[in-house]
């Protein structure tokens, strides 16, 4: 099913038109036709030459009543705009094609009725040149008489060649049905209607509704009059909802495929139109069916801050129209560059903002990842995103820049950390968690890669290239130690060998000796030999019997108690001994 929008000036024949194409009435309130005159949408359908069914959403052309207007062309991507042959272009045939090309309706054909009555030819000259202006751009047209059928098989073959043009819409795609009517039907409850312009709706689905606390439950379909277990886009659909009261919803109000949307009351826009500056402080937002006031705040040239008096699930790349409710005016498009936007507080923010906004247009991934640097692909998705890539941890995406430089700055901090605590087996990745300013310990364990490692819970620079010769002085520093493995070099020594503060450092890290104090190095397994000798004790032992046993000096055998404490080898009695933990 193909659905479409009717445009044009009040009684130029759009609903004349609609029934001598559909056989149905489109007016459907009886005021309506007592007036004569279209207040509010009305849809009728029917079946073209091609066997293709089309929808139309007709819609009123007097000018008090063109946010109704609004509501019905909002979600739909085609337009037949009409005017009649004898009066012309006039005003509502203007405002209703700003509204078209504000919305960036791509699609639509130009029907010049009434040519009964006059001859059409002047007035599709006009109409073309004002159609070719906008987001339609060169449009076919037609001139027919919706009272004596004369051009309306041209018609249809014309609509037949519009819809085959039109984009095919995406199956697979979220949800975000706009409500445009809602009504109850005596045994089955609520019933709310739109155009579903893309994916797909089943029996049994729950959804979100906009302004509502909790989820509705779809209890029944119908489209065009016919019940349906689903109903794919693009249609018009009638849903029958379980859970919700007909007062609590109506005409511009959302059902949300759950999770898929985030509701948003401030957003940053590019201004299609008239220049932001002449833009009023306070503007009505037209997006879907739903209308809501909004504040302006300029940014830049065509940028500005939208804070919205009723939250509206949003997406980045969204269009909506803005009108000076004063004027009675399109005031222009705007296109959605932001749904989660940055505060302004800090002076030159709004400046910067600006800048920032200059180069953006639609849900970009690349883009959002430079602006957002870390983000949850969940969030991407809800802004609009339709395709955030792989995650690098988790749920989380990166930039790949800023990836990579937190990548190198973890590696800085794990070596910075080996130095300032060089008995530590590596940084505890919460400590880096938090050094790096990352919201998830995953981040931080993704992060890792050789030579780093990750081992329970800490990270460090693993076994690292060991220069050769650093290897040769650190064996030096321990020859005439003999086979006193406990014993360590006195500093002299360190500092003749040239075994300073970086050096010891790098032997650490390259697993060669532990570092007990300043100065003060063992070979690297010497702590877990001593552990085993301390084990063979016979009872608790002070630090004297320690030394002892270990054949060794206060200067190594209180730092390395000392160590054994902090790391649970031993526990530190109250009479001052130790005994070593078992288990
Ligand atoms: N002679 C003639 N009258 C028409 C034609 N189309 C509509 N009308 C008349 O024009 C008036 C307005 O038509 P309507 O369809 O209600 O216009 P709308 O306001 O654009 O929906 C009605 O009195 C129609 O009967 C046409 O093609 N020829
Ligand atoms: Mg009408």
Redesign the pocket.
Known sequence: MHVLA?A????????????ALTGMEP?RWAEERRR???IDLGFAWTSLPSGATVAFV?V???ERFVGNMLAGVGPVPAAVV?V?ADEGWRAQSAEHLAALDALDVRHGLLVV?????ADPGPAIEHARAEIAATSLGTVEAVA?????GAGLDELRAALDRLVAELPAPDPAAAVRLWIDRSFTVKGAGTVVTGTLGAGELRVGDELELTGAARPVRVRGLQSLGAAAERVGAVARVAINLRGVDKDTIGRGQALLTPGRFRLTDLIDVRVHGDPVADLPATVTLHTGSAAVSARVRPLGADTARLRLHTPLPLRIGDRALLRDPGRHHVAGGVTVLDVVPPGLSRRGAAATRAAQLESMSGPDLSSELHRRLLVRRADLLRMGVSDPGEPVAGDWLADPAHWAGLGERLAREVVQHAAEHPLEPGAPVEALRHRLGLPDRALVEALVRPPLVNRRGRISTGAADVPAELVTTVERAFDGLGDRPFAAPDAYRLSELGLGTRQLGAAVRAGLVVQLADNVILRADAPRRAAQVLAGLPGPFTVSEARRALDTSRRVAVPLLELFDTTGVTRHLPDDRRVVETG
């Open positions: 009717t044009g000036h009040v009684d130029h024949g759009k609903s004349t038109l609609v029934r007016d004569g005159m279209t007709d009123p052309g007097h009409v009649a009725t009434r040519s009964d009555l027919v008489s919706g009272v004596t």
